[in-house]
């Protein structure tokens, strides 16, 4: 076995414990594990390591534990900020956790689901809608991404205004430590009160911290009743102004609210094949109203009709949709779904993941689109995401006919640009997608002092060697 960058004998230890399925060391084999899809970054490593048990995992975390080897933990890859792709020195090795994908036990009178890491979420979610249940957690990568990345990035998506991040959606963990020791922390209480939660020290440290293997996640009652509108609104206030209205009406029932600027639909019905604008006329801004609810009696259509009309009384909404089927209601979830896609085919793009407090999403759209295309003059700003978060994805589109790598090679001055006003206006640098690579030399400005300090304190009593997924989330 080529053993180059690997530690002498390490490879022939590891496939004693992995065997043939569980370690790939071909190049061909190795490299779909080496990039992101977003294509930031080409990383290296010496090897693929495929675990199949918690249990293997543990045996391989202490191997490398004991001969100093670096990990990069991966789930389905589908990071928005490189944080599972290991760097370019060919030193690490990747662990997959994509084989340890079972669904152990689902309990409909704790209302909870106990899954594997490497579950994707798609398929944890179908697995709780067989058993008459709704696991809510939603987003663009649910048909790859997978349940120990979900919870290691904390993930957001469409249903955090109702449902919260990831991490509210769990109960308990199941974590190989980075000594190698196995934490089984499955407990399936809606309380317990029992000193530090390391659970929620692993949720979101990005496997920097060990590797979730296992978690309790919680299940709701599946919807039985369901609306779905389309709605041009006369500005960002407009928007809010709608999410307000209904949520005044019945905040249990918005499932998602989320915003779209005119060119970002724009995009999306020019690049993706089956999307089209609802409406008759174009407009500078829309929103996707998701409702739902358990009570099959729940008038969700109603109540979209209702405040529908008043809004477009008070001149807020200009023109809307709501879905008259199953089927019409995907279609209109596409528009917003496609987004990234669309941005993707029409050529450079740079991701700002912001939040602020959801009053200030208004002026942060309207400065950041401002000084966006004061910094790059031709350049589209495509806000767009879930404003009923305060989560905005600010992102900005090249200027048409600009060399892609000539603007990308503006990253940096782009993200400082969004950074400065959400900075004013209380907000975070990163809502949903993490730290990763990408961000970590945001940290110390955003993050300095005495917080920074403690992060790092945690990382030095866990993870002593500085093995797990070195290079994220810390500078
Ligand atoms: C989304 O909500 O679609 C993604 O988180 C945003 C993105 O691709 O920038
Ligand atoms: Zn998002």
């Given at each position: 076995m080529p053993d180059t960058n690997a530690p002498s004998g390490l490879l022939d230890r590891l496939s004693a414990i992995l065997g043939p399925r569980g370690l790939l060391t071909e190049p061909g084999d190795i490299a779909p594990h080496l990039s992101d899809w977003r294509g930031l970054y080409q990383?290296?490593?010496?090897?693929v390591a495929r675990p199949a048990s918690t249990e293997e995992v543990a045996a391989v975390v202490k191997l490398c534990a004991e001969t100093?080897?670096?990990?990069?933990?991966?789930?389905?890859?589908?990071?928005?900020?490189?944080?599972?792709?290991?760097?370019?020195?060919?030193?690490?090795l990747v662990l997959s956790l994509a084989r340890l994908n079972r669904v152990r036990a689902i309990d409909t009178m704790d209302m909870t689901m106990t899954v594997e890491a490497g579950?994707?979420?798609?398929?944890?979610?179908?697995?709780?809608?067989?058993?008459?249940?709704?696991?809510?957690?939603?987003?663009?990568?649910?048909?790859t991404a997978t349940i120990g990345g979900v919870l290691s990035t904390n993930a957001g998506g469409n249903t955090t205004v109702r449902y919260g991040n990831a991490r509210?959606?769990?109960?308990?963990?199941?974590?190989?430590?980075?000594?190698?020791?196995?934490?089984?922390?499955?407990?399936?209480l809606r309380k317990d009160n029992t000193g530090y939660a390391l659970r929620h020290l692993l949720v979101g440290a990005e496997g920097t911290l060990g590797i979730v293997t296992a978690a309790v996640l919680r299940l709701?009652?599946?919807?039985r009743d369901t609306a779905l509108a389309f709605i041009a609104v006369a500005d960002e206030e407009a928007a809010l102004g709608l999410f307000r209205r209904f949520r005044d009406r019945d905040e249990s029932a918005v499932r998602a609210f989320e915003y779209m600027s005119g060119i970002g639909v724009d995009l999306a019905v020019k690049h993706i094949e089956g999307v089209t604008l609802p409406l008759e006329t174009r407009a500078d801004h829309y929103v996707l109203v998701d409702l739902a609810s358990s009570r099959p009696d729940a008038g969700l259509r109603g109540l979209?009709?209702?405040?529908?009309?008043e809004a477009l009384e008070a001149g807020e909404a200009t023109d809307g949709v709501i879905a008259e089927s199953e089927a019409q209601a995907k279609k209109?979830?596409?528009?917003?779904?496609?987004?990234?896609?669309?941005?993707?085919?029409?050529?450079?793009?740079?991701?700002?993941?912001?939040s602020v407090p959801v009053s200030k999403v208004p002026e942060m759209i309207r400065r950041c689109s401002a000084a966006l295309v004061e910094l790059i003059p031709g350049s589209r700003p495509v806000p767009f995401g879930h404003i009923g978060d305060g989560n905005i994805h600010m992102n900005l589109e090249q200027?048409?006919?600009?060399?892609?790598?000539?603007?990308?090679?503006?990253?940096?001055?782009?993200?400082?640009?969004?950074?400065?006003?959400?900075?004013?206006?209380?907000?975070?640098?990163?809502?949903?997608?993490?730290?990763?690579?990408?961000?970590?030399?945001?940290?110390?400005?955003?993050?300095?002092g005495a917080e920074l300090a403690a992060m790092r304190a945690i990382k030095a009593a866990l993870d002593p060697k500085g093995l797990m997924n070195p290079g994220k989330v810390l500078p």
């Open positions: 990383g290296a490593a010496f090897a100093g080897t670096p990990i990069t933990v991966q789930g389905g890859n589908t990071s928005m900020v490189g944080g599972a792709v290991p760097d370019e020195s060919g030193r690490h579950l994707v979420l798609k398929a944890a979610q179908d697995a709780a809608e067989e058993a008459g249940c709704l696991f809510p957690l939603s987003l663009g990568a649910e048909g509210d959606l769990m109960l308990g963990l199941e974590a190989v430590l980075p000594d190698g020791s196995i934490w089984n922390g499955l407990r399936r709701f009652p599946r919807p979209a009709e209702d405040v529908f009309g209109l979830w596409r528009i917003r779904e496609e987004h990234p896609e669309a941005q993707k085919r029409e050529g450079a793009s740079v991701k700002n993941d912001v200027p048409e006919g600009m060399d892609p790598a000539a603007f990308l090679a503006r990253s940096h001055d782009i993200m400082d640009c969004v950074n400065a006003i959400v900075r004013d206006l209380d907000g975070s640098f990163s809502a949903e997608h993490g730290i990763g690579r990408l961000k970590t030399d945001m940290m110390e400005e955003w993050r300095g």
